[in-house]
């Protein structure tokens, strides 16, 4: 096959040259290593792989770099390899040796050459010896970790050299450990693994603690692997300077996690301590609205994907008021359908509830179907900040905190600050005296019982980044806010938030020793035996309509 | 609704027929039951089952039926409550007098219907991968048992194409399945010499959420050394925001895979899959397979539903081969009657969608090849490895002991289901 060496507009793949010097190779060569990717087995390909980077010639880049990510294919028929890219009607096609476009094909017309995780980690730490000089920073550490990872023996030299030419403090930091991890995996030199271990004792990582606890693996019989005494003892030193580090930082995210989940409650029970604790309705559908809110989120983003598919980052932002509007609209119409004939008879008004929370279920079920509906985490709320080594916080569970202080605070502002909620908290106090002082107690019920079940949608725009959109996501919930709403003491938002979050933290310190399942039974019996001896709850609130 | 209402006319033309003799005969039709939850938590499984054996009931009319007579589906909906299967499984039996039962998802459903089918001698076809440990004459499971399943998903993981894992973390939804399949693979790994330290096992509520702690604990415990790898038998819900909190702290395939018994196309469809690249799942069937009778089952799928979109997984096929076969022997026996039906069960064949052929056998289970995947960022699940030949499903699995000695062998008059020597029983 005749090769051209056409430079491809497409994509921007830069070398490092002194890694790579043999300048002209064979092409038939590359070529034929090319060809050995379509191999029957995995072992075959793993061979073309370490064939290619052992040629060094760039033009292969592009071809692992799609073999890395499914799209190498091979056509029906012919069986030409080529590179796919995603179009309207399958694929569009190039020759993956000229970069030849060959114009459109159907999914069924390609078979994709298969990878897997084993090759997947080869052919990523073969592209990060071929980036490690690249001179972009971000390649270069993407480069370094993934040297780290698979750590090739044949790579010490060249990452040796990179080391030299390395001027950022951070990169050189990553190439220094991924230096010491292959020098640990692969020399027998003493003084050589003794050092590498002396400088990843630097490094707060559990993949760091698992390289020299692999150190101290024992065989069947119980006699150590590593035959010397010296570089045993330099890898417990080892394992205990980071082991330090990893004990106070999974501290850390415990408490993390801990106020993690306790948001989530916060989200979900703070619309309920507003139905049920301030107006005193026993809301069985409240979890049907966090479904509803979800439901919204799930409609907004498919508008913008099929409208707006740049902007597709932002859908959340308009999911929230969105969501607001829609199931606090619903929530007006439930309370002024149904509510308000059950005022003061809470079985009833429980048992309506309910009833409705099925045939919101049902509709939203007959609607969109009984299935999962995927709802995408925008890239802000994507991935996790690696704070330091075992501490990681994620970001989708950053904003939710966030997202749940800033509802919170408004809501504080709002009842607090407002005349709307002057007018609240006078009927939750005393409903003949302010019906009397010339307040529409009728319609500050609907409004309070629409802002309640808004919240309960806004929580569900939350939700959906974590949890399942399906017509079950409410009933996971019910439970939960109650709990939180009657430990944190009913009527008082700050019992409400003081209540999920030490829930949530006491949750999260008991998981690790109990087990989910058993911490979520003691929390259950704990909140049994604490409502006997203060049955108000945390925060107890003085009002009438609490007395009777 | 409509099937219902045809299902209560056709009870009164067969009440009729009865009475009346062979005069109407011809009115007569074969009735197949349906038993799967249309609503509750199971709803974004099962119903999917529902809507399978609806289309294999019109493809068989439109291929002029069965015995030359029309075959007609009787759904009900046992709405995700075990109790209620059992219920429901008896209004099929005595009441609507079906032939047939499709049912079931979680093992806890079948259990709790399983006296009803032994007591009225029903026939029941189970399509899903399950704990085995199980054998009655009247259930066929079409699904994976462990040894189809669970065990060569450990074995490709301890292998070398699989990354050589040493150290196992068994993550489970609390109740029978991953409890009796995590103990099977507690009891293989420790004959093949891994100890008992070397293996963690978690267990979480169903529909459980908030996935830190554990996916924390997963990775502290995979930093002790040794190549660890997470066997999820997570089931339902619950694995949604488990792949997302795995996605999102990182957990890549190529240094905590993680293979899962429970996962299919349908329920990665609510997932954004990019993340999870290279984690994997063992079945017996995946939509990308790539062979002309699956290309077929795909379309005749879609156009059913009306949706291209949608997608098809292990337990439809399941479903699919068990309807095949039990129309096979049902058009080989000549009647729909249970026991010569059951008879005529064994032996039957059913091209595979992957290729290959399904055979029942006298243990009640099929010989199915296994898959194992990748997830890939489409949602699909692309074969990295698969078995040479189909496997035997096996009821009692060998490496609990006091299981191994069990057979199950349902060739009468000699019967042997849950004991170690035949017993003579008449029907």
């Known amino acids: ?548 | 609704m409509k099937s219902l209402f045809r299902g209560a006319m056709s009870a009164a033309a067969f009440a009729a027929a009865l009475a009346g003799g062979s005069a109407v005969q011809a009115a007569e039709v074969i009735k197949v039951g349906v038993l799967h939850s249309l609503s509750g938590t199971m709803a974004i499984s099962e119903s999917t089952l529902k809507d399978t054996v609806l289309m294999m009931v019109d493809d068989l009319n439109k291929k002029g039926g069965l015995l030359g007579k029309q075959v007609e589906a009787v759904v009900v909906d046992p709405a995700s409550d075990w109790p209620l299967f059992a219920e429901k499984a008896r209004e099929l039996i005595e009441k609507e007098k079906v032939d047939v039962v499709f049912g079931c998802w979680t093992s806890v459903s079948r259990k709790s219907v399983l006296p009803v089918f032994e007591e009225l001698n029903g026939l029941l076809f189970y399509p899903v991968q399950y704990e085995g440990e199980e054998s009655s004459r009247n259930v066929f499971y079409t699904g994976a048992a462990p040894n189809q399943q669970a065990i060569p998903a450990v074995e490709y993981l301890m292998g070398d194409d699989g990354g050589g894992a040493e150290r196992f973390v068994l993550l489970g939804t609390d109740y029978v399945y991953p409890r009796t399949t995590n103990k099977i693979l507690r009891a293989f790994l420790n004959a093949k010499g891994v100890s008992d330290e070397d293996i963690m096992e978690n267990y979480t509520p169903f529909g459980h959420s908030d996935w830190q702690t554990i996916v924390a604990d997963v990775k502290t415990f995979a930093s002790q050394g040794k190549k660890t790898a997470v066997v999820s038998t997570i089931n339902g819900d619950a694995n949604v925001p488990f792949y997302k909190e795995l996605g999102n702290q990182g957990i890549k395939a190529e240094e905590i895979p993680v293979v899962a018994f429970s996962v299919g196309e349908e329920e990665l469809a609510g997932l954004d899959t990019g993340p999870l690249v290279g984690h994997l799942a063992a079945w017996n069937y995946f939509m990308s397979v790539e062979a002309d009778v699956n290309d077929t089952f795909i379309e005749q799928w879609h156009a059913f539903i009306g949706d291209e979109k949608r997608v098809t997984n292990d337990p439809m096929e399941a479903t699919y081969i068990g309807f095949k076969m039990w129309a096979q022997a049902v058009e080989q026996a000549g009647t729909t009657e249970v026991n010569a039906v059951r008879q005529a069960m064994y032996g039957q064949k059913v091209p595979n969608l992957t290729g290959g052929m399904a055979v029942m056998n006298t243990n009640h289970h099929l010989s199915k090849p296994v898959l194992i995947g990748e997830i890939q960022d489409d949602g699909m699940i692309e074969t990295v490895w698969s078995t040479d030949a189909e496997v035997v499903g096996d009821a009692w699995s060998d490496f609990i002991p006091e299981s191994a000695k069990l057979t199950a062998d349902w060739t009468y008059p000699w019967v042997c289901g849950n004991c170690e020597e035949p017993k003579y029983v008449k029907y």
């Open chain 1, 1 to 548: 096959m005749p090769f051209k060496s056409t430079a491809r507009g497409w994509r921007l793949v830069i070398f490092l040259a002194g890694l790579l010097l043999l300048p002209s190779v064979a092409m038939a060569e590359l070529a034929d290593d090319l060809q050995g990717l379509r191999g029957g087995s995995y072992d075959a390909k793993g061979a073309a792989v370490e064939r290619l980077v052992a040629g060094g010639d760039e033009r292969a880049v592009p071809v692992l770099e799609a073999f890395l990510d499914g799209r190498l294919f091979l056509t029906d028929g012919e069986e030409r390899m080529v590179i796919g890219e995603d179009s309207a009607g399958g694929y569009r096609i190039f020759d993956a040796l000229s970069g030849e476009a060959l114009g459109e094909v159907g999914k069924r017309d390609v078979s994709k050459i298969k990878i897997n995780n084993k090759l997947r980690q080869l052919v990523k730490g073969s592209l990060g010896a071929l980036t490690l000089g690249s001179k972009d920073r971000a390649a270069r550490l993407r480069a370094a970790d993934a040297v780290f990872r698979s750590k090739p023996a044949d790579m010490i030299p060249a990452l040796e050299s990179a080391l030299e030419k390395e001027s950022d403090p951070a990169v050189e930091a990553r190439l220094r450990r991924a230096l010491a991890a292959t020098q640990l995996a692969n020399s027998d030199n003493k003084a050589t693994r003794i050092a590498a271990l002396q400088e990843l004792a630097k490094f707060t990582d559990p993949q760091i603690r698992s390289l020299a606890a692999a150190v101290l693996v024992t065989d069947g019989a119980g006699n150590p692997t590593e035959p010397d005494a010296e570089v045993r003892a330099a890898a417990e030193e080892t394992l205990k300077a980071i082991e330090q580090g990893l004990a106070f930082n999974s501290f850390l995210a415990n408490i993390f996690q801990g106020v993690s989940l306790g948001s989530v409650l916060l989200l979900a029970a703070i619309g309920l301590a507003i139905t049920f604790g301030v107006m005193g309705v026993i809301n069985m559908a409240h979890g049907e609205m966090v479904m509803l809110g979800a439901y919204t989120t799930f409609l907004v983003q498919e508008v913008f994907r099929a409208s707006f598919p740049t902007a597709s980052d932002y859908a959340l932002l308009v999911a929230v008021p969105a969501a607001f509007l829609v199931t606090g609209a619903i929530g007006v119409g439930i309370e002024r359908g149904v509510i308000r004939f059950l005022y003061g008879r809470p079985l009833e008004t429980l048992l309506a509830t309910w009833g409705l929370s099925l045939v919101l279920q049902q509709a939203v079920r007959t609607i969109f179907g009984p299935t999962n509906r995927e709802v995408g985490n925008p890239s802000w709320m994507s991935g996790a900040w690696e704070v330091a080594g075992g501490l990681t916080l994620t970001y989708n569970r950053i904003w939710i905190i966030v997202f749940a202080m800033l509802v919170f605070a408004l809501l504080m502002v709002l009842i607090r600050r407002s005349s709307y909620g002057l007018q609240m908290r006078a009927v939750t106090q005393n409903r003949p005296m302010a019906s009397s002082m010339g307040i529409r107690t009728g319609w500050v019920d609907a409004m309070t019982f629409g802002l309640g079940s808004g919240i309960a949608g806004m929580a569900g725009v939350a939700l959906s980044q974590i949890d399942n959109v399906s017509p079950n996501l409410g009933q996971g919930y019910i439970i939960d806010s109650f709990m939180v709403v009657v430990f944190g003491g009913v009527g008082n938002l700050w019992g409400t938030l003081v209540g999920a979050l030490s829930l949530g933290l006491v949750n999260k310190f008991l998981e690790p020793y109990a087990g989910a399942v058993l911490a979520k039974i003691f929390i259950l019996v704990a909140i049994i035996l604490f409502i006997q001896k203060r049955p108000r709850g945390l925060f107890a609130l003085r009002g009438r309509a609490l007395e009777s």
